[in-house]
């Protein structure tokens, strides 16, 4: 499958990059600033394209890797293309669906392929990309092609229907973006004990880096321990009477989902005096 990229950002640098060096046949870029275009190409030792028809005459994939925001408005800018016709067209987009691909005047085979992973550099985060999970959700007649790819690129994938695909987009942004809300929320209470915010950070990171690597190594049932998994209500209730409101509806809500985990791992507890104190909100 020969695969170009028209945009030339961030996840199309690094998706370039690895999946060259895991021997795919990656054509070239095709960015609206030529410039960007000749660097990706250097960077991924592919080819760069001036205009967009060129690309996609040599393709069999084409993946959009533009913001979400303009992948819509670069697909009508290239659907009129006659190459186009009968061909894949990808984007990496977590939140839209390949049904952005859907148009009565061009038959194309539509899908989303989203790396669960935080790309953060266009020039680095290739070396950690084997850590990234694959979802494809799209039409079914290559579904299994481009699985394939990925697979044999060392990835693993999973294939995400079309109507839970906004779930699962939600599922990513708990696991990453909401992790950072809550750190943050941790570092200010301990701003608020005296710490400054360097040391708060610096307070935190090893008890956040090692309970990082256990959900990874043992999941979160595994993983978890504290007061709440222990089902010491007293001490829940020593956390909220020195919390702000806003902190404290915070801190029930993580308490139910984290009495749902520790339900799990102990099976033989009982929680009823918890559970029946997150019921009332309050402890």
Not at 76 to 105: M, N, Q, R, W, Y
Not at 171 to 183: L, Q, R
């Amino acid at each position: 499958m020969r695969i170009g990229f028209i945009g030339a950002g961030r996840v199309g640098y690094t998706m370039g990059k690895y999946l060259a060096l895991k021997g795919c046949d990656i054509t070239g870029y095709y960015s609206r600033t030529y410039e960007h275009a000749e660097d990706a190409s250097r960077f991924t030792d592919t080819r760069c394209f001036k205009n967009a028809e060129d690309l996609i005459n040599e393709c069999d994939a084409v993946f959009l890797t533009v913001s979400d925001s303009c992948i819509k408005t670069v697909f009508d800018e290239i659907k009129t293309i006659p190459g186009l016709s009968g061909k894949i067209v990808c984007h990496t987009s977590g939140a839209l669906s390949s049904k952005v691909f859907e148009d009565a005047s061009c038959q194309v085979y539509g899908y989303s392929i989203h790396p669960v992973y935080a790309v953060s550099d266009r020039y680095t985060s290739y070396k950690d990309f084997s850590n990234a999970f694959i979802t494809i959700e799209g039409h079914e007649k290559y579904l299994s092609d481009i699985r394939n790819v990925f697979s044999c690129a060392g990835f693993e994938t999973e294939v995400v229907s079309t109507d839970e695909k906004i779930k699962y987009h939600a599922a990513c942004t708990i696991a990453s973006n909401f992790v950072c809300g809550i750190y943050g929320m941790a570092a200010d209470l301990l701003e608020q004990c005296g710490f400054n915010q360097n040391t708060a950070e610096k307070a935190l990171n090893g008890l956040f880096l090692d309970n990082a690597k256990g959900i990874v190594e043992k999941g979160a049932v595994g993983q978890l321990t504290g007061p709440l998994e222990r089902g010491d209500a007293e001490t829940l209730r020593k956390h909220l009477s020195v919390l702000s409101d806003e902190d404290k509806s915070l801190y029930l809500s993580v308490s139910q989902e984290i009495l749902k985990i520790a339900k799990r791992k102990n099976k033989d507890r009982s929680y009823s005096e918890i559970e029946n104190l997150l019921k009332g909100g309050q402890l």
